[in-house]
């Protein structure tokens, strides 16, 4: 990481608002999400639930899917173009070539992710399906900004 803060110089305050709004968005998606299911936290199914509210539920679903896919994949391009940008770094740096991949893991997996949960809503569970989607998004995003987001931000500021 250290060559990385040497060889990243200072983020324009344009691409360090860019790449704070655009975590906030996901943050705030995934805080809809969890606000979407009543049985998020309770570990209910949804079998108190009127059928209105769980057609509601089954219909956000991908929805919710649809858009954490796409905002993640937008920040991500924007990320992997800001580092592009910085002096000395290029596709081949080894520290830029680490991020992408851990891009790309985390598009695979929140691909996983959507299409397990899309099967338990078939299967009639709904909440475990935001449960399962809710939790796996999280930490998949949650491990990226520890290991990568985070010490590339502070390496912008020095």
């Known amino acids: 990481m250290a060559t990385h803060a ?7 305050p344009a691409d360090y608002l860019l790449i704070e709004e655009e975590h906030a968005a996901l943050e705030g998606l995934l ?8 049985n998020l936290d309770s570990l209910l199914s949804c ?3 009127s059928s209105e509210k769980l057609a509601s539920c089954q219909g956000r679903l991908p929805s919710f899917s649809f858009d954490l896919i796409e905002l993640a994949g937008r920040h991500f391009y924007h990320e992997e173009s800001i580092m592009l940008s910085r002096p000395h770094v290029t596709e081949e740096y080894e520290y830029f070539r680490a991020h992408r991949q ?4 985390i ?5 996983v992710a959507v299409n397990a949960c899309a099967a338990l809503g078939k299967d009639g569970n709904t909440a475990e399906g935001y449960r399962q989607f809710c939790q796996k998004t999280s930490e998949l995003l ?11 931000i502070q390496s912008t500021k020095a």
């Open 142 to 152: 949650e491990e990226h900004n520890r290991a990568f987001d985070d010490p590339f």
């Open 102 to 105: 851990a891009h790309a893991n």
């Open 47 to 49: 079998e108190s639930c």
């Open 6 to 12: 040497q060889t990243v110089k200072n983020l324009t």
């Open 31 to 38: 805080s809809d999400l969890h606000d979407t299911c009543c």
């Open 107 to 111: 598009m695979r997996g929140l691909t």
